[in-house]
């Protein structure tokens, strides 16, 4: 439809890490982080259940993380370049 799968994952979870990131409060970045990644090793488990009729793919989950900690690290950096302490 729109790209390949992984692209599709790495744009979800950009966006719901782009959303988190500001509605999580200062300092709780890396237990968003690990929970956002968590999230998505859980989608893939649910899509490996026989009855889901899906396939589970450990790459879908390590695109999930990487756009994860891509994301919240250039918000991070950002953040502390534009409001210094």
């Known amino acids: 439809m729109f790209g390949s799968d992984k692209i599709l994952h790495i744009f979800a979870f950009s966006v719901l ?3 988190g990131f500001f509605a999580t409060p200062k300092g709780r970045v890396i237990i968003l982080g690990v929970a956002l990644s ?9 899509q490996g259940l026989p009855f889901v ?9 390590i695109a999930d993380t990487v756009a994860v900690i891509v ?3 250039i918000l991070s950096g950002l953040e502390k370049i534009l409001r210094p302490r």
Not at 38 to 44: D, N, Q, R, S, Y
Not at 53 to 61: H, I, K, N, S, Y
Request: proline share 0%; net charge negative; glycine share 12%.
């Open 38 to 46: 968590l999230f998505g090793a859980v989608i893939e488990v649910v």
């Open 53 to 61: 009729g899906r396939d589970a793919d450990v790459q879908d989950w």
């Open 17 to 19: 890490s782009f959303l």
């Open 71 to 73: 994301v919240l690290g």
